[in-house]
């Protein structure tokens, strides 16, 4: 079964701060996302990767970046937080998705800015 | 702009009674079409997908869904509810060729038992 993980839980920053949250995956997806996911406005996209070092926008990518250096690690970063940033972050993954493979998602890491 | 619409924010059912969430979407090209279902506590997890032949397609846990081509739609059922059932339902759509899977707003499911 594919495992999707996220390093932490929960996680709480001050304003200004660098941010840099972690997911790994176990079953050797080419594709993996970043969500934030909110109440009342779904899951919405914010970066995604196809391949190693490749990187696209998604639909909300100001304030964040992200990293690929290793097929099964995919960060995002928040390079200075804001309150508007606090939220539940979703990391996913897939095999194949221009066909017929779904997302694998993992916990989530909510992550709190003050 | 592509976009998921789903009718209903918030539903409330006893158990045993019938349950069916909308779901509507635009976007003029060939889609993939899936449901997936956050139960407290636990990770998004799909419930079940359509990518091509029958419209009627059947998920786990008794839950299916219709793709109605027409009506750009794609509605969850269930025929009786269950408490364990109690969850987020989110109906999400990714157009062939693309990488992108844009998820509506999600319906909360709240079962009496």
């Known amino acids: 079964d594919v495992k999707v993980t996220q390093s932490s839980r929960y996680l709480v920053k001050r304003t200004g701060e660098k941010v840099f949250l972690e997911c790994v995956q176990d079953m050797d997806h080419e594709n993996m996302f970043w969500y934030r996911q909110d109440p009342g406005l779904g899951l919405r996209l914010i970066y995604f990767s196809y391949d190693v070092k490749m990187k696209e926008k998604g639909d909300i990518p100001e304030g964040y970046s992200v990293s690929r250096e290793k097929k099964e690690r995919f960060s995002l970063i928040l390079e200075s937080a804001s309150t508007n940033q606090t939220s539940m972050y979703l990391c996913?993954?897939?095999?194949?998705?221009?066909?017929?493979?779904?997302?694998?998602f993992g916990n989530g890491t909510r992550l709190t800015v003050t | 702009a592509q976009s998921v619409s789903q009718h209903n924010h918030h539903v409330i059912l006893s158990e045993a009674a019938s349950l069916e969430l909308g779901c509507n979407y635009s976007?003029?090209?060939?889609?993939?079409l899936f449901w997936y279902v956050q139960y407290p506590g636990q990770h998004l997890q799909l419930l079940l997908k359509y990518f091509s032949g029958d419209p009627l397609v059947k998920g786990i846990k008794g839950f299916e869904a219709e793709f109605i081509k027409s009506k750009f739609s794609f509605n969850l059922r269930k025929p009786s509810v269950q408490w364990s059932d109690t969850a987020e339902y989110f109906c999400a759509v990714g157009h062939t060729g693309g990488f992108k899977t844009i998820f509506g707003a999600g319906t909360r499911l709240f079962v009496k038992a």
């Open positions: 976007y003029g090209g060939t889609v993939n």
């Open positions: 996913a993954s897939s095999l194949r998705q221009l066909l017929d493979s779904p997302l694998h």
